[in-house]
């Protein structure tokens, strides 16, 4: 705020100096805990732990996926497939060494079953494709070489790497928090060209453990 003027008299400093300074540092103090405020509801509560956890009983070993608050679209999505069995026997169907392993399409083939709605993507805040987080996967468009917009329905893949590349693309919605291991010696299995493992790796089991 500036000063009112006045051609009359010169204007005192004595009354105001101080209450200017001091007004001036309350604002500033109010903008930074809105401001921080804010940065946690954007960003923070989207890596906050929702309390509910995924076991995956795979062939090779289990994979326990803690599931994230802020992707509440996704996150019901998946928990729903679950308990509908709909990953149960399913397998691995893409590998690929130090990238990600893919999985949850009961079909198998990598295309995906058209009877699964698909869902919105949950991009916003600190999504990032970190190695161990989960995400999920979407049609491929040939032509822009891009994921197409709000395409997921069941598949998911798991991060071997830190993929920043898919951070625009894919929604984020979990990080394993057991059997890491498990998601490395599955990701050593033989594949062929088109990155499709030469044996099955089966997902025998998903539930909800929390």
Do not use: C, W
């Not at 009359?8 to 805990?33: D, E, F, N, Q």
């Not at 805040?125 to 190695?131: E, P, R």
Request: charged share 20%.
């Amino acid at each position: 705020m500036s000063p009112r003027r006045s051609n009359r008299r010169k204007i005192s400093k004595k009354p105001h100096s101080k209450k200017l300074p001091l007004a001036i540092g309350l604002l500033a103090v109010t903008l930074i805990v809105i401001v921080a405020v804010t940065m946690f509801y954007v960003l923070g509560t989207n890596n906050t732990p929702t309390g509910d956890r995924v076991l995956l009983k795979t062939s090779m070993g289990d994979i326990t996926i803690q599931l994230r608050d802020g992707r509440p679209i996704t996150t019901s999505n998946f928990m729903n497939l679950v308990q509908n069995g709909v990953y149960d026997g399913t397998i691995f169907h893409r590998i690929i060494p130090g990238v990600l392993i893919q999985g949850g399409d009961p079909t198998g083939t990598g295309y995906g079953d058209p009877s699964i709605p698909t869902i919105q993507d949950e991009l916003g805040g600190d999504n990032q494709n970190l190695y161990g987080t989960v995400a999920m996967a979407k049609k491929f468009d040939s032509e822009t070489g891009k994921s197409v917009p709000n395409s997921a329905s069941s598949q998911f893949f798991i991060n071997l790497a830190d993929n920043h590349d898919f951070d625009a693309e894919y929604s984020v919605f979990g990080d394993v928090i057991s059997g890491m291991n498990v998601v490395y010696a599955i990701s050593q299995v033989a594949t062929d060209a088109n990155d499709r493992p030469l044996f099955g790796v089966t997902l025998i089991d998903a539930e909800i453990i929390s």
